[in-house]
């Protein structure tokens, strides 16, 4: 059993990739923010000791236009799988602006992805705001089991509640 995990970040998983491009292109003409989180690649039959980015965390509250996004940092959770950040431009720069460089102290990667949001419309970038490799591998992200329901599972919840609540307002009859 292994007490901690290597820093080592070896790649982005294509599905969290798609994902990006995706929730960037959406979010359009506004800027689209996230913070990126990694699994051991262990974890995902990787036969090596290092990371890989699987998902994207979104803060709830997050505003954005054409030039910014801003996060409420009160929010943001204190998460053992964050390695960085991923926000888009929609101007297509793919460079860091000032404002982002004072964001990227934390974490180890900060994606930048500018329009047309397809797949070489991305760049990745260390925290003093150089460039650097990031791999896209293919893996198989496993499914994380957040909401592990069925819709039988809320109808019978549902049910059960009607039955044993006559509602707020009950006490007054």
Same mark, same amino acid.
Do not use: C
């Given at each position: 059993? /292994? &007490?901690?995990?290597?820093?080592?970040l &070896? =790649?982005?998983?294509?599905?969290?990739?798609?994902?990006?491009?995706e929730?960037?292109?959406?979010?359009? #003409?506004?800027?689209?923010?996230g913070?990126?989180?990694?699994?051991?690649? /262990?974890?995902?039959?990787?036969?090596?000791d290092g990371?890989?980015?699987?998902?994207?965390?979104?803060i #709830? =509250?997050t505003e954005s236009?054409?030039?910014?996004?801003?996060?409420?940092?009160?929010?943001?959770?204190?998460?053992?799988?964050?390695?960085g950040?991923?926000?888009?431009? #929609?101007?297509?720069?793919? /460079? #860091?602006s000032?404002?982002d460089?004072?964001?990227?102290?934390? =974490?180890?990667?900060?994606?930048?992805?500018?329009?047309?949001?397809?797949?070489?419309?991305?760049?990745?970038?260390d925290?003093?705001?150089?460039?650097?490799?990031?791999?896209? &591998?293919?893996v198989?992200?496993?499914?994380?089991?957040?909401?592990?329901?069925t819709?039988?599972?809320?109808?019978?919840?549902?049910?059960?509640?009607? /039955?044993t609540?006559? =509602?707020?307002?009950?006490?007054f009859?």
């Amino acid at each position: 059993m /292994r &007490l901690f995990r290597s820093d080592d970040l &070896l =790649g982005i998983a294509r599905e969290a990739m798609e994902f990006i491009l995706e929730a960037s292109e959406e979010s359009h #003409p506004n800027e689209y923010m996230g913070f990126l989180r990694a699994d051991d690649a /262990r974890k995902l039959d990787i036969d090596r000791d290092g990371q890989v980015i699987t998902d994207v965390l979104v803060i #709830p =509250g997050t505003e954005s236009n054409p030039t910014s996004a801003s996060v409420r940092t009160h929010m943001k959770p204190n998460d053992m799988r964050a390695v960085g950040s991923v926000h888009s431009h #929609p101007n297509g720069v793919l /460079r #860091p602006s000032d404002a982002d460089l004072a964001t990227f102290g934390q =974490g180890k990667v900060h994606i930048i992805v500018g329009a047309p949001y397809g797949w070489g419309d991305w760049k990745a970038f260390d925290n003093e705001g150089k460039q650097t490799t990031l791999d896209v &591998l293919d893996v198989e992200v496993p499914d994380e089991h957040f909401f592990d329901f069925t819709q039988e599972d809320i109808d019978r919840e549902l049910d059960d509640e009607r /039955r044993t609540d006559r =509602g707020f307002l009950s006490w007054f009859r």
